[in-house]
């Protein structure tokens, strides 16, 4: 447990302490209920749902009313104007007949002191579930007598900088949840289960005990109880689809035997993470697939024409609702790719799209383009003939739609394909991050129809980054002193940014790699997580503005009433792209009543193992589902000028010693699982800032990671941003130019900003920025850091708060 941060009182305050007034912004409880209902994936349904409004329902399990909006940790802490229980969104927004007796019951029990579900105020301490109430049989027998439905709610906290764990209560059942399941779906005959959880739990108890409905209903933000009876009712048809599988154990996911490292984190299973894996190795081991989910309709897709254009496929359908009522399909393109030597998962997303609102018997026609980009694979080894680089291997390129089956399970429908005569280079990359010892992967190998997992030894690469970073060293601009420029004239376009720089000072320079000094700044709105920028008076001076941060995926996380949101998970499985970006248009809004400058948000992490704490907060387990979410988002946050900034930049798939844990893991793996959402993100929506994440990536800190931050993320993607730390850094010296340590190594990787600006949350500053000697230790000395490097460094934020201000400026007029 990391308890640096409940020093630095990271987590808000009571909400008594909340200033400001219980703003409701304009719409936005429309979109939040109607993300909520649409990120709730029905994954089994016998006939019961939706809920007849003649049949009596009881309600079952302390969520009702305890319901879980979000997660805790940065992620959550959101103090929404509201938030509607489960028990309330039943009561207030439907006609369901509630069974009143079970009600009275579960109200008595969970408003006793004794009872009262807290979440506690220390950091990372927070529970993983709330105690069942301990249900009496003959309660439960009367219930069944009185009503003709249960519905029971199983409830599970997610929090950052810990695990959920293999233990009752985390990732299983306890005693009590489970007594309540026997006795309930004993005394029922109709039975539906409401998982109100942040992250996948195990699901085998839903194979022991028979229910006739399950609905994935994740943490739904403050809307959460109203869309739930939506979907219940079916004022809304459910139509989201799972982001990750749920297998059928825990063992079976292929990250099971190395997830949760101290030190090192060894991502054995390569390219194979989530479906990837279960397509290509394990299909029996799959209870409900990524892409599933149903609906209260059906849908008839017909594909019409398959276009193979020069660089991109173009696929046109018409989907169909051949059922009774309304609803909204999600079309899912999945590539197979010829095996080849470098060995390809079995099925990949390619693309999606989900459709309008069909009336039954209404139809809409699609077209659909898959660039190349999204065929290829990474050679990492140079096996195709062509190291480091996307490469399409000949043979077929085989498509399939996903559709949701009765079995839990996707089943796939040609959709077309072609032949590549001889392989394509799609890309050429360079090599970067590689390993720094050796490690096993796992590979694919097929012997006539079958494919097997096979295992390949990767050598350690040789480390050639020294001669990359001075090949590439910037050059500097003369300093001309002090000439009068000042930053509007450059924002104006009077004056050039270069011309501004030339004037600054080793001093000045400095303060713009850094925070202020810690959370809470009085230049910012309360609560917020730091300031950067213009908080140097001689920069201030000049008219640099002081640029505000806050938390976080949920809302904006500070000492005022704002929107809280489903959470990313939820928000992936609408598979709604245009919904997630009007929702957080609502969010710009609220940004620039708080006068805040950048949203740390989207978090945009791999799913890669359904235990991280953090999943909630993140996508999904498929990086295009993830980049198209996170470039949804960033477009959104934008839109009135606020940045968003994308994190954490990269493979923070784990939280059990974040800051200190090693990500070790194949170029392949990396490019095209951890990075490829990041790449999508930046090229769809550009968004102004990236966080660092806390971890090393094969040996190096992400905050030090010149191969991360420059070669890959710079130079390969053309990313124009700025790139900031996650809060607080790890201090050590530069292996390859042992002269540079702490924010001198950062800054020549391009990390251009430590966030919150001090050493630790220990170590706030009382008076605000104190720099410290590391970045100009070296200065003008052989083999120590450079001014240009430092310029660059300001170049980078600089530009980005000239963004900032044009684009406040024309939302202003
Ligand atoms: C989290 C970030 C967050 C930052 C500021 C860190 O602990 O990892 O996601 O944005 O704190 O609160």
Redesign the pocket.
């Known amino acids: 447990m990391n308890t640096e ?1 409940e020093q630095n009182g ?1 987590q808000q305050e009571l909400i008594a302490d909340i200033e400001g007034e219980r703003i409701i912004t304009e719409g936005m409880p429309k979109l939040a209920r109607k993300s909520a209902a649409e990120g709730m994936v029905l994954l089994k349904n016998s006939g019961v749902l939706p809920l007849n409004y003649k049949e009596k329902v009881a309600v079952f399990g302390r969520c009702q009313i305890d319901t879980f909006y979000v997660g805790y ?3 959550g802490d959101v103090h929404p104007p509201y938030q509607v229980s489960i028990l309330d969104g039943l009561r207030e927004n439907s006609h369901i007949k509630l069974n009143r007796t079970v009600q009275r019951a579960y109200e008595k029990w969970c408003f006793a002191p004794e009872n009262i579900a807290s979440p506690g105020k220390e950091w990372g301490k927070w529970p993983y579930f709330y105690p069942e109430m301990p249900l009496e049989e003959d309660l439960v027998s009367l219930a069944a007598e009185e009503s003709e439905i249960a519905v029971i709610i199983i409830g599970r906290a997610a929090g ?2 810990r695990e959920n764990r293999l233990e009752k209560g985390s990732y299983y059942l306890t005693d009590e949840e489970e007594r309540m399941i026997a006795l309930v779906t004993k005394k029922f005959e109709k039975t539906v289960l409401v998982m109100n959880c942040g992250n996948i739990i195990d699901f085998s108890f839903t194979q022991k005990y028979e229910f006739s409905a399950i609905l994935m209903m994740w943490l739904g933000g403050m809307e959460a109880g109203s869309a739930l009876a939506d979907i219940l009712t079916g004022k809304e048809n459910p139509s989201g689809k799972l982001s990750a599988t749920i297998a059928k154990e825990y063992t079976d996911y292929p990250s099971a035997a190395n997830f949760g490292g101290q030190d090192e984190n060894v991502y054995e299973e390569d390219i194979y993470v989530g479906y990837r894996y279960f397509e290509t190795f394990a299909k029996d081991r799959v209870l409900y697939s990524f892409g599933y989910g149903l609906s209260y309709t059906t849908f008839d897709i017909e594909p019409i024409a398959f276009k193979n254009k020069e660089d991109v496929c173009e696929f046109t359908l018409v989907v169909r609702n051949t059922g009774t009522v309304a609803g909204k399909e999600v079309i899912q393109l999945y590539l197979e790719a010829p095996h080849g030597v470098l060995g390809k998962e079995g099925k990949r997303l390619v693309a999606f799209r989900k459709t309008e609102e069909l009336l039954p018997g209404k139809e809409q026609e699609i077209t659909i383009s898959v660039s190349n980009e999204l065929l290829a694979s990474f050679d990492d080894t140079g096996k195709t003939g062509h190291p480091h680089t996307w490469v399409m291997e000949a043979g077929e390129y085989w498509f399939y739609f996903g559709v949701s089956a009765p079995s839990g399970r996707l089943a796939y429908r040609n959709a077309g394909g072609h032949d590549v005569k001889i392989p394509l280079v799609v890309h050429k990359a360079e090599s970067a991050c590689g390993l720094h010892k050796q490690m096993e992967r796992i590979v694919s190998v097929k012997e006539g129809e079958n494919v097997m997992v096979g295992k390949e030894l990767l050598p350690a690469q040789e480390n050639l980054l020294a001669d990359r970073i001075l090949e590439r060293l910037p050059e500097e601009i003369a300093v001309t002193g002090n000439q009068g420029i000042r930053f509007e004239e450059v924002c104006e376009g009077t004056a050039s940014l270069e011309a501004f720089v030339a004037q600054l000072t080793d001093a000045e320079l400095q303060a713009l790699t850094r925070g202020e000094g810690a ?1 809470d700044r009085p230049s910012g709105v309360a609560g917020n ?2 300031v950067y920028g213009g908080f140097f008076p001689p920069l201030k001076e000049k008219g640099v503005p002081v640029l505000v941060t806050t ?2 995926p949920a809302g904006i ?1 500070v000492k005022r009433y704002t929107s809280l949101i489903p959470c990313g998970t939820a928000l992936a499985c609408t598979f709604n792209t245009a919904l997630v970006e009007a929702l957080f248009e609502k969010i710009a809004v609220e940004l620039e009543r708080l006068q805040i400058d950048v949203l ?1 948000s989207p ?1 945009m992490n791999i799913h890669r193992n359904p235990l991280c704490g953090r999943n909630f907060e993140y996508f999904s387990e498929d990086p295009l589902l993830s980049g198209k979410m996170a470039a949804a988002a960033v477009r959104g946050i934008q839109c009135m000028g606020a940045s968003a900034c994308p ?2 930049f990269a493979a ?1 798939n784990q939280e059990v010693r ?1 800051n200190k844990n090693d990500s070790v893991m194949s170029e392949r793996a990396l490019r095209e699982i951890y990075l490829r959402g990041f790449e999508i993100c930046v090229k769809e929506s550009s968004p102004k800032a990236i ?1 660092t994440s ?1 971890n090393k990536i094969n040996g190096v800190w992400s905050h030090y990671n010149y191969d991360l931050v420059t070669t890959v993320l710079r130079k390969d993607w053309g990313y124009q941003g700025m790139v900031m730390t ?2 607080w850094m790890q201090k050590t010296t530069c292996p390859e130019f042992p002269m540079l340590r702490d924010n001198a190594y950062r800054v020549r990787a391009q990390v251009d900003v430590l ?1 919150p600006g001090n050493d630790g949350p220990g170590d706030a500053y009382p008076q605000g920025y104190e720099p410290d000697e590391t970045l100009l230790e070296t200065i003008g000395k052989r083999d120590g850091i450079m001014r240009a490097e430092l310029q660059r460094t300001a170049m980078n934020v600089l530009s980005f708060a000239k963004e900032i201000q044009n684009a406040k400026k024309k939302t202003e007029e």
């Open positions: 941060f990271l940790g940065s992620g950052e900088d959370t997580t730091g938390d976080g996380r740390l978090g994190k954490h923070n974040r966080m806390y996650d809060w966030m």
